[in-house]
């Protein structure tokens, strides 16, 4: 059980990936954050000797901060935005804890640098419709709450890309990481680099490889997310307008591939319908 002010990483487990996630914020020393290839998924690095000029950028959210071995340093700066007025809490026994309970963690080396505002930036084709929708939503959950996403004509992408730092996904092109690779789709790639192979998300992947590539004989659920994506395509003009809708398709797709794929709608009941 954990103690006062602080969360289990077994109940962090269960925020990340959904909306009611807190803020994530690593607060390893520079030398321990240099040392360490990996994060949690969506945290950010941030100083924790400056947390008085950065803890007004959280008012109105949950924090959670996170150390080395959940001691000084999260505590400390989980009590400073405490002292803002800011909801926080220290992850229990910190990185170390949470690489021991096997939880997924997320590779430096494959996070696109953040601009001045500390966001990822990335650029796609306009007008999506099923990778294009569920790759920011993984990044928006797993990566960066606050990244940005450019849709623009596929002429203009890697153009894009280059003028404004961006960093282009689901589209062909010399030096394009982001992409389809043999009969994986570009969300299965984004799951495989970013270490987040777990069951649910490798379950949804399924999902999406099949509505995205024709092959709806992948899983039962394949045709309906197809349907459900087509018909946001024809709902929204505007690109933005329509990710904002996909984010709570993929929010429901998630959880049921989480917690109700053994769930069954169990009307009308056995007694032969109403009376």
């Keep these: 059980m954990s103690s006062l002010n602080t ?8 925020l990340i990936g959904t909306p009611k996630c807190p803020v994530l914020i690593d607060v390893c020393t520079d030398e321990d954050f240099a040392a360490t290839p990996f994060m949690l998924p ?8 400056k947390v008085s000029e950065w803890a007004h950028d959280y008012v109105g959210q949950s924090v959670v901060a996170i150390c080395q071995k959940g001691l000084k340093l999260s505590h400390g700066v989980a009590a400073w935005l405490r002292h803002s007025g800011i909801t ?31 966001r990822t930036l990335w650029v796609t084709r306009s007008r999506p419709k099923i990778d294009r929708i569920a790759c920011p939503w993984l990044i928006r959950r797993f990566i960066d709450a606050n990244a940005v996403f450019l849709f623009v004509p596929t002429s203009e992408v890697q153009d894009v890309a280059e003028r404004f730092g961006a960093t282009p996904f689901d589209i062909e092109g010399d030096g394009v990481f982001w992409s389809h690779r043999e009969e994986l789709c570009t969300f299965d790639v984004m799951i495989q680099e970013f270490g987040l192979t777990t069951e649910p998300l490798l379950r949804l992947a399924t ?11 992948l899983a039962p659920e394949a045709p309906g997310l197809l349907a459900a994506s ?5 709902m929204f003009a505007d690109d933005l307008a329509q990710l904002e809708a996909g984010m709570l398709l993929y929010d429901a797709f998630y959880r049921w591939c989480r917690d109700a794929t053994d769930e069954t709608h169990n009307w009308p009941s056995k007694s032969g319908g109403l009376k």
Excluded: F, N
Aim: glycine share 12%; net charge positive; proline share 10%.
């Design 7 to 14: 969360i289990s990483p077994e109940k962090l487990a269960r």
């Design 42 to 49: 969506g945290s950010r690095h941030r100083p924790y000797g």
């Design 88 to 118: 926080a809490d220290a992850l229990e026994g910190g990185i170390l804890a949470w690489s021991q309970a096997g939880l997924p963690v997320v590779p430096k080396a494959k996070l696109p640098p953040r601009d001045a505002q500390g």
């Design 207 to 217: 999902i999406v490889r099949g509505a995205d590539t024709a092959r709806l004989d």
């Design 230 to 234: 087509l018909g946001l395509s024809r």
